[in-house]
T-cell receptor, first 113, second 111 residues
Framework: DSGVTQTPKHLITATGQRVTLRCSPRSGDLSVYWYQQSLDQGLQFLIHYYNGEERAKGNILERFSAQQFPDLHSELNLSSLELGDSALYFC????????????FGEGSWLTVV | GQNIDQPTEMTATEGAIVQINCTYQ??????LFWYQQHAGEAPTFLSYNVLDGLEEKGRFSSFLSRSKGYSYLLLKELQMKDSASYLCAVPLSGSARQLTFGSGTQLTVLP
């Protein structure tokens, strides 16, 4: 157990809908990262927050957004869902802003039907 | 830019030794990470190399050559539970903030 908690573990929703994935980082970690892993692709970096501020954006679609709250938990919002958004979404956390090991949560399986 | 190459698949026998290679291209270097990922599970941290040489940690060792843009993960005394995907990752060029992962090497350990 890495100490990173993600909910829900599994989610099935219809195309066009909106979902919110939630992440609680390890105790003491200030950084939260979101990654997407599809069956045919590796881990794709989406976005990074540090202490409530957005630090970096990767291959994140405009239909997706995220935020980190004062208590350091983070939410990833996925809207206007498409079949291709079906994937495993991982949250990871680390102590520092950069140059350190990141620890992954168990992931949220999203299936869009 | 960022480019990470790993073999897609490898097969080895229980009790044997296997070496998983990773080559990378990055305009700035801030260390290299190895993660293990079992199917459908979270990646778990294995090792971090920032200086050249071999880092040993139990049955797993990781080597880095910064001048060659090359790393390998060495797994000794293979066990069936070592069957997994092994991911090489480096921080994005120009920023140490987020890790870019290779596509992973799927290792199958046979009895």
């Amino acid at each position: 157990d890495s100490g990173v908690t993600q909910t829900p573990k599994h989610l099935i929703t219809a195309t066009g809908q909106r979902v919110t994935l939630r992440c609680s980082p390890r105790s003491g970690d200030l950084s939260v990262y979101w990654y997407q892993q599809s069956l045919d692709q590796g881990l794709q970096f989406l976005i990074h927050y540090y202490n409530g501020e957005e630090r970096a954006k990767g291959n994140i679609l405009e239909r997706f957004s995220a935020q980190q709250f004062p208590d350091l938990h983070s939410e990833l919002n996925l809207s206007s869902l498409e079949l291709g958004d079906s994937a495993l979404y991982f949250c990871a956390s680390s102590v520092l802003d950069s140059g350190n090991t990141i620890y992954f949560g168990e992931g949220s399986w999203l299936t869009v039907v | 830019g960022q480019n990470i190459d790993q073999p897609t698949e490898m097969t080895a026998t229980e009790g044997a030794i296997v070496q998983i290679n990773c080559t990378y291209q990055t305009s700035g270097f801030n260390g290299l990470f190895w993660y293990q990922q079992h199917a459908g599970e979270a990646p778990t941290f294995l090792s971090y190399n920032v200086l050249d040489g071999l880092e040993e940690k139990g049955r797993f060792s990781s080597f880095l050559s910064r001048s060659k843009g090359y790393s390998y993960l060495l797994l000794k005394e293979l066990q069936m539970k070592d069957s997994a995907s092994y991911l090489c990752a480096v921080p994005l060029s120009g920023s140490a903030r987020q890790l870019t992962f290779g596509s992973g090497t799927q290792l199958t350990v046979l009895p």
